[in-house]
């Protein structure tokens, strides 16, 4: 692996001594000083005999915590890091935090269990019922006994559903079905996404004055995904309701053919 070059006035003038970079990123100076003997971390610009940090180190930080909460361990994180140009780690972040917020529009709300209960008409939470859902990634428990629940939309779809007389457990079977095709759903346009704007982009080098662009594909793509998945889920539902309705015009037909016995008319 090349050496990372110390961080000059080309990724800003280095301003942060180790304890100031420290208190802005909320990493200790330890693992400061370990991120960069990993090489995950290019030297400070030297000063006299102080070392100081400018904001790609803060953007490598921040950007190594952000992957250690996903899960990504700091091999898999130096390997990233590495294929990144100098000074476009912010970017990176950037671009990161744009792909999330630009598909998480509900913020989580937070229930007490009794709350959640009332509202989805239950006298009690059964057991399988709870694990279905934390399944589906629609509720978590908190280590205080309440639930997040991540989708609080869902939630009142569900209530009004239930209201209805459809069981809970029935719900959670149309939703556990929507989670399967919505992901696929996801997975087409993340493809598309991936393979007509970011591999061209990503082969080019990632060019600076392309980030723009990228930036902007990323919240054109947004609404035309959930135009086209509205105008399709109409069209679909169009189709089945007639084709439901279809079935239920024949199945009168046919009982009144048999007559009120169920024998055919002469």
């Excluded at 989805?120 to 399988?128: K, S, T, V, Y």
């Excluded at 629940?149 to 939630?155: G, N």
């Excluded at 035309?224 to 509205?230: F, I, S």
């Excluded at 109409?234 to 189709?239: N, Q």
Aim: net charge positive; aromatic share 6%; glycine share 8%.
């Amino acid at each position: 692996m090349a050496a990372l070059a110390p961080v000059g006035a080309a990724a800003g003038d280095p301003q942060y001594t180790i304890d100031q970079l420290a208190q802005e990123t909320g990493v200790t100076t330890r693992n400061i000083r370990a991120h960069q003997s990993r090489g995950l971390l290019p030297p400070p610009a030297v000063r006299g005999r102080t070392g100081f940090y400018g904001p790609e180190h803060i953007a490598r930080l921040r950007f190594i915590l952000r992957m250690q909460a996903d899960g990504f361990n700091l091999n898999a994180i130096r390997r990233i890091l590495d294929s990144v140009p100098a000074g476009s780690v912010g970017e990176m972040l950037d671009f990161e935090s744009a792909l999330r917020s630009a598909w998480e529009e509900e913020q989580p709300e937070i229930f007490e269990r009794d709350e959640l209960l009332r509202l989805l008409g239950q006298g009690r939470m059964d057991a399988a019922v709870e694990r279905r859902a934390q399944r589906l990634g629609l509720v978590t428990p908190l280590p205080d006994g309440r639930l997040e629940v991540r989708s609080p939309a869902l939630v009142r779809a569900a209530a009004d559903l239930v209201s209805l007389g459809i069981p809970l457990s029935t719900c959670l079977d149309v939703q556990e079905g929507l989670t399967r095709h919505a992901q696929g759903v996801a997975r087409s346009f993340n493809d598309l996404f991936l393979a007509e704007i970011w591999q061209p982009f990503e082969r080019a080098g990632r060019p600076e004055a392309e980030w723009p662009r990228i930036h902007q594909a990323l919240e054109r793509v947004r609404p035309l995904a959930t135009e086209a998945l509205l105008a399709t889920f109409r069209l679909a539902m169009g189709r089945e309701v007639d084709r439901a309705f279809g079935r239920i015009l024949e199945q009168q037909a046919r009982s009144a053919r048999r007559g009120p016995r169920g024998r055919p008319r002469r």
